[in-house]
C-alpha cells in the first residue's frame, strides 16, 4: 500500500457528489488544500432529471455533477480520487484516512458520504426508483401532477406524505398502508375529509416498461392502474466512516450535526444526505457549502 501521509492535507472530503463539490468549492476559494475522495456509486444514479434546484432545473443528475466537479477542480489546491474510503482514524495531526491503495492525513475530514436506500421486497420497486417510484413531491411531484398517484406509506410519513401530494394530485390520490392501517381518529378523519382513499392489502408487484409505473399489484391478486408511487424506503448509511470515528447519530439514523455541519468529533464535519432528512440536490450543496466555510473558520481560529 502506497503511504501518502508526509503530504498532509487541510481537509479530506469523503463523497464527491453535491455536498462534498460544495464543500470543497468553499475551501478552494480560501486556498485550503483538499483532497476529495469518491467511490463513484451516487444515490440517485437512476434518477433521470433532477427538479427544484434553480438554474439547474430538468438537467440530469450526472451533468449536474459533471459540471460541478469541472469547476471545483479549477482551483489549483483541490484534487479528487475517484477511490474508497475504507478506515478512518484520529492521529496527534489530525485524521488517516485510508483507500484500498492509499493512505492520506489531514487536519480535518467533511463526511459527504451520503445514505444507501434499503428497498422493500416488492417486485418491480428497484427498476422504478427515482423514475416514477419516487421519494420527494418537491423533487419530481410537478412532472407527475394530476396523474393516478398512490403513496406507500403508513402512519406518520404516510399521513406526512398524503398532505403534500394532495395538492398535486387531488382527484387521484390513494394511500398505500401495505398492512393495516395505522393512524389516530383525527388523522384518519382529515383523510377521509380530503377524499383520500385507504388501501391495506399488501403490494407484491410495481408493474412497469422501462421504469414507467402502470399497475401496482396486491397479495390478493386485484390492482390498480397507476403513474406514480411515492415511497419513503428505509436508509442505512452509505459508509461506516463516522462510525469509526465515533460520531453521535440522530434516532433516524442520520450522522448528527449541529447548525454549522459539525459532528460530535471535533474536526470531523458531515454534509448531505447522511446528516439530514431533507433529500434534494439544493439541501446538499447548501450544506456542503456551510461544512466547507465553517471548516474553514475553524482552521482560521487555530492558526490566526
Known amino acids: 500500500m502506497k503511504n501518502s ?15 462534498g463539490l460544495s464543500a470543497a468549492m468553499a475551501l478552494g476559494r480560501s486556498l485550503r488544500k483538499v483532497l476529495i475522495l469518491d467511490s463513484g456509486n451516487p444515490c440517485n444514479a437512476q434518477t433521470p432529471f433532477s427538479h ?31 477511490q474508497k474510503a475504507t478506515e478512518a482514524k484520529k492521529t ?19 463526511l459527504a458520504t451520503g445514505i444507501r436506500d434499503l428497498f422493500p421486497d416488492i417486485k418491480g420497486f428497484k427498476e422504478c426508483w427515482g423514475i416514477s417510484v419516487i421519494h420527494c413531491p418537491y423533487c419530481h411531484g410537478y412532472e407527475f401532477r394530476n396523474q393516478k398517484t398512490a403513496i406507500l406509506a403508513n402512519g406518520e410519513k404516510g399521513f406526512h406524505l ?22 389516530p381518529e383525527e388523522q384518519m378523519s382529515d383523510l377521509k375529509k380530503n377524499n383520500i382513499s385507504i388501501v391495506e392489502e399488501k403490494v407484491t ?9 402502470s399497475e401496482i399489484i396486491f397479495a390478493d391478486g386485484t390492482s390498480l392502474p397507476m403513474n406514480v408511487l ?29 447548525s454549522f455541519q459539525k459532528t460530535s468529533v471535533d474536526g470531523v464535519f458531515a454534509c448531505g444526505d447522511n ?9 446538499s450543496v447548501y450544506t ?14 487555530e492558526n490566526f
Open 5 to 19: 501521509s508526509n503530504q498532509p492535507f487541510d481537509a479530506i472530503i469523503i463523497g464527491g457528489s453535491y455536498s
Open 52 to 82: 427544484n434546484f434553480i438554474t439547474q432545473d430538468g438537467k440530469k443528475p450526472a451533468e449536474i455533477s459533471k459540471t460541478a466537479l469541472e469547476q471545483v477542480l479549477k482551483y489549483e489546491t483541490v484534487t479528487f480520487l475517484q
Open 92 to 110: 496527534d495531526f489530525g485524521f488517516e484516512i485510508k483507500t484500498e491503495t492509499e493512505i492520506f492525513s489531514s487536519k480535518k475530514i467533511i
Open 162 to 183: 398524503a398532505g403534500l401530494v394532495r395538492n398535486l394530485s387531488q382527484d387521484h390520490l390513494m394511500l398505500l398502508t401495505n398492512g393495516k392501517a395505522d393512524f
Open 205 to 213: 408487484e410495481i408493474v412497469h416498461r422501462e421504469g414507467n409505473l
Open 230 to 258: 411515492y415511497a419513503p424506503p428505509a436508509f442505512e448509511q452509505h459508509s461506516h466512516i463516522a462510525a469509526q470515528l465515533n460520531c453521535e447519530y440522530t434516532e433516524t439514523g442520520h450522522i448528527k450535526t449541529d
Open 275 to 283: 446528516s439530514s432528512p431533507m433529500r434534494s440536490i439544493a439541501h
Open 288 to 301: 456542503g457549502s456551510v461544512s466547507g466555510s465553517m471548516l474553514n473558520l475553524q482552521l482560521v481560529q
